[in-house]
Structure formats: structure tokens, C-alpha cells
């Protein structure tokens, strides 16, 4: 890791923690209604419920820090923690995922894929990725089709991106699809964690019950990456 690139992870992460306001501020914008304001005391609990975000965005910079080969690299990865972030924050607050954010994202896949092509070099990473993201978005878009009121349309469109930001990392077309899998089971196994933990707290009955699957989909994904990333 070079001295730039330390400079770079330790000044974003410091930045990151301290922008939970921002990343609110965002979402407020991303949501249908606006965020009502929380009141109460600044008790331990409500602090680290208003500083999580941040928290999470300067954790994720630390690991894409360690784990980025190039700056343009880190860059990337710090941009898409940021706007998986803010993704799970308005799909577990309004349970849908914002074409605000998702159409760009794919928009900038497909550009990336236009760029690949004609670039020596990148070729295989660009056919690994267009396999994961057609891989991943063909499954969930099935499952939307058999149970539209389960799984819904905008988490087809985010692990388009996320598909595609996988099969990059792998840079393998056959491995693309295994990687996609373990994301798959990855985010089912969390978010049937998540389903459990809100029936133990909240008493709410499982059955029936719509759940947010982004952050879920978010957290396995970004696992793979680093998976990836590490072993590469």
C-alpha cells in the first residue's frame, strides 16, 4: 500500500464517521416522505442509532483500503459502500430500493462494459461481470415473477450491479456464477437472522410479514468482494 493510498483510506474513513448527517440528509431525499425528526435524550443507544451509518462507511473504507490493489480502485469501492449504505437505509425504512440510485448504476455498468470492449486488458473481466449480473438479476427477477408480493422489482435491479461488481472481482466467467450463489445464500442467511432478531424484539409475527432484503443483499455482497479481493 502505498503512502498516498494510506492517506487516502485514513482521511475518508475519519470523514465517513462523522458524515452520518450527510448520508441522512440523502436519504431524506431518496424517501417518499421525509425522515421525522427523533426525539429524546443523547443516551448511548440513540447515539450509535444516529452514528451508524458513518460508522459502517468508515469501517467498509478501512477494509477496501487494505484490501484495493490501485487508488481508482479504492475509489470505486468506497462509492459503492457509500450508495449501498444509503440503499439499506431507505429500504429498511420505506421497504423499496430507489431507481434514483439504481438505473445510474446500471447505466454505468453497461457503460463500463461499452469501455471494456475496447480496451485490451479488461475482456475477461467484463464478460466475468455481465455473467454475475445476468446470473444474479436472472434468479431474484424469477422469484419476482412467482412472488411479486416477496421480492421485489428494485432488488432485481440492485443485484444487477451487484452481480456485476462480482463477476469483475472474480474476473472469471465460470466462476462468476458460484460466487453469485454464495451471495444468494449469504443474503438469505442473514436476512432470516434479521427476520428472527425483529420477532424476538418487536414480538411482530414472521408469517406474512414483508421484510427488506437490500441490506442483506448488501452485506453478502460486500463479503464476496472482499473474499475476492483477498484471495486475488
Do not use: Q
Amino acid at each position: 500500500m502505498t503512502v498516498v493510498l494510506v492517506v487516502a483510506v485514513l482521511g475518508s474513513a475519519v470523514a465517513a464517521i462523522s458524515a452520518s448527517p450527510v448520508l441522512r440528509a440523502a436519504v431524506d431525499r431518496l424517501r417518499v416522505e421525509p425522515i421525522p425528526p427523533v426525539a429524546g435524550s443523547a443516551t448511548p443507544h440513540r447515539v450509535l442509532a444516529l452514528r451508524w451509518p458513518g460508522i459502517v462507511v468508515g469501517l467498509g473504507v478501512l477494509i477496501a483500503g487494505l484490501l484495493a490493489p490501485t487508488l481508482a480502485a479504492f475509489a470505486l469501492l468506497v462509492i459503492g459502500i457509500v450508495l449501498l449504505v444509503v440503499v439499506s437505509m431507505v429500504d429498511m425504512d420505506e421497504h423499496r430500493i430507489p431507481n434514483l440510485v439504481t438505473y445510474p448504476v446500471i447505466g454505468g455498468c453497461l457503460a463500463t462494459v461499452a469501455i471494456a470492449a475496447v480496451t485490451t486488458g479488461f475482456e475477461g473481466r467484463a464478460v466475468s461481470a455481465v455473467v454475475g449480473a445476468v446470473t444474479f438479476a436472472s434468479i431474484l427477477l424469477t422469484l419476482h415473477l412467482l412472488r411479486p408480493d416477496a421480492m421485489g422489482l428494485g432488488d432485481v435491479k440492485l443485484v444487477f450491479s451487484l452481480g456485476f461488481a462480482i463477476g469483475w472481482v472474480v474476473g472469471d466467467a465460470a466462476v462468476a456464477p458460484a460466487a453469485v450463489g454464495f451471495t444468494l445464500i449469504g443474503a438469505s442467511i442473514f436476512g432470516i437472522a434479521g427476520a428472527i432478531r425483529l420477532h424476538r424484539v418487536t414480538g411482530a409475527p414472521l408469517r406474512g410479514r414483508s421484510l427488506p432484503f437490500g441490506p442483506p443483499l448488501s452485506i453478502a455482497a460486500s463479503l464476496t468482494i472482499a473474499v475476492s479481493l483477498g484471495l486475488s
